[in-house]
């Protein structure tokens, strides 16, 4: 899981946003 918090952390987190918007938070 952390490897992949950073990969959404980097770009998709903005993409992501929308659609996981709960686990974006903690690095938006």
Do not use: D, H, Q, Y
């Not at 899981?1 to 938006?28: E, Y």
Request: net charge positive.
């Amino acid at each position: 899981m952390a490897s992949s918090t950073r990969s959404t952390r980097s770009t998709p987190a903005r993409g992501k946003s929308k659609g996981t918007s709960s686990n974006v938070t903690p690095w938006l």
